[in-house]
């Protein structure tokens, strides 16, 4: 039977997501995913580039009023949309219930049919609590401050990444990094040639 999930009338206050490191199990979680449901035509763009590549971007502004296991739903307005999602075990986004959200959703399908999902959470002051990402490493342009590399060298894959300081996860596995004096926890599901899955949440 499922339960009723958290609504903002009960939840504590809070700042960001959080993750339970002994639920992460990551080579069951498999992937990430993002998706919108439900929201406002002005919300959605689609573009495509030179390389024949098609991106849908959905960008709400919205409060969080209630959180399921893959969903999180968002009143834009006067109508609810909601943001259903994959994410490992060991996250939990209830703690975002009553704040102020802006969420960008971005599918990119390149030229062979490969999808890549980046998804984005900002508080209302306009600080990063959630950027999740399954497909190609991201672009330094699109790191949200953080320089992303892949080392590969016969040993296990590894992602490595540059803030205030390097950090360096073998693949699956998780750590911590800082940005401009705040940590922030990154799961690293995949870690491969041009097949990274990752999520990193405001500690």
């Known amino acids: 039977m499922k339960s009723t999930p958290p609504t903002a009338h009960d939840a504590p206050p809070a700042t960001t997501a959080w993750v339970e490191s002994e639920a992460f199990h990551p080579l ?5 995913f993002f998706s919108v449901e439900g929201a406002p035509r002005e919300s959605c763009r689609t573009s495509t580039k030179p390389d024949g590549s098609l991106t849908f971007e959905t960008t709400l502004e919205g409060r969080a009023i209630a959180v399921d296991r893959d969903e999180l739903l968002l009143r834009v ?4 949309v909601a943001v259903r999602h994959l ?4 996250v939990s986004l209830a703690p975002l219930i009553g704040q102020e959200l802006t969420v960008r959703v971005i599918q990119r399908y390149g030229d062979r049919g490969r999808a890549t999902i980046d998804a984005t959470l900002h508080d209302a002051e306009g600080r990063l609590l959630l950027w999740a990402r399954d497909g ?24 490595v990444t540059q803030a205030d300081a390097l950090l360096v996860i073998t693949a699956p596995g998780e750590g911590v990094v800082e940005r401009g004096g ?18 990193l949440l405001r500690a």
């Open 182 to 199: 705040v940590q922030h926890r990154l799961l690293v599901l995949r870690a491969a040639p041009s097949d990274v899955s990752f999520v």
């Open 28 to 32: 069951e979680d498999g992937v990430i």
């Open 136 to 159: 190609r490493l991201p672009a330094d342009p699109e790191g949200h401050g953080f320089a992303l590399r892949l080392a590969v060298d016969g040993e296990a894959p590894r992602l």
């Open 77 to 80: 307005g006067p109508r609810v």
């Open 87 to 90: 994410l490992p075990g060991a």
